[in-house]
């Protein structure tokens, strides 16, 4: 997208934060975690990854709003958005198939797409949502650190990583993995404890497992990473371009454009 690459250049060349123009494009962050019962996990990270969010968004070109209200889920508001970016949500995304419909024909107009975390919980019933993401949530091996191995080192969120990352999180296990997913990070499960790995994922991935990946699919872009449990991660400045280099993967092509 030369014309954001341009205007990003300049902003830094000219040593401040981007002035944002009419045509700056602009993400819906959402954080919806609903159960009919009340009983579904909330992480207490939504603020501070809704905050970060903003901050990227200050220094990088792109605007932000926050929201876990799913009735903005509806064509005409979806137009104003380059990408859609769950954060953390978990459990019912949407209300009604309505709102399902307009989150599949924003995908299918070209609309990027950003999963973090739990969103891989999310819509744990609807199929064209693991589909999007790449996977969905199966269960997650205790907090504790392992280490991570850059299998793409040359894209915009892993660029700025080393050969390994040591790191400290939950470690997830999704199954329906799309076959279409570019995978970017995985983690060792050699020293991972976790007494039910041999289960699940066993040995489908032999010693590693797919932590985040990108891919193109239905006509938009999509980057899910599976890492961010922890408050303090959206403070860690790896992490940071972690994200900030998937979200601006995701914002590389307008939507309804090839």
Not at 110 to 133: D, K, N
Request: glycine content about 10%.
């Amino acid at each position: 997208m030369k014309g954001l690459q341009s205007f990003l250049l300049a902003a830094l060349l000219a040593g401040g934060a981007p002035v944002l123009r009419a045509d700056t494009p602009r993400v819906l962050v959402y954080t919806r975690n609903f159960t009919p019962d009340g009983k579904g996990f909330v992480h207490d990270n939504i603020a501070a990854s809704g905050a970060m969010i903003r901050q990227l968004a200050a220094t990088n070109g792109f605007q932000v709003d926050v929201s876990d209200d799913p009735r903005t889920f509806m064509p005409e508001t979806l137009r104003q958005y380059r990408a859609l970016i769950f954060s953390n949500s978990n459990n019912e995304a949407f209300e009604n198939d309505e709102q399902r419909e307009a989150f599949k024909k924003f995908i299918q107009g070209g609309g990027g797409f950003v999963g973090i975390h739990s969103a891989s919980g999310s819509e744990r019933q609807w199929p064209y949502y693991w589909a999007v993401l790449g996977g969905k949530f199966k269960r997650h091996a205790p907090l504790q650190k392992f280490e991570i191995t850059v299998i793409d080192r040359t894209h915009p969120a892993t660029r700025h990583l080393g050969a390994t990352w040591p790191w400290e999180d939950e470690f997830y296990y999704l199954d329906h993995l799309n076959p279409r997913i570019h995978v970017l990070l995985a983690g060792d499960l050699t020293g991972l404890k976790d007494n039910a790995k041999t289960n699940y994922p066993g040995l489908v991935f032999g010693d590693c497992f797919p932590v985040a990946w990108c891919q193109e699919f239905d006509g938009g872009r999509e980057f899910y990473t599976s890492l961010g449990h922890k408050v303090e991660h959206y403070r860690d400045p790896v992490f940071r371009q972690h994200i900030l280099g998937g979200i601006l993967w995701v914002l590389n092509r307008p939507p309804g454009q090839p």
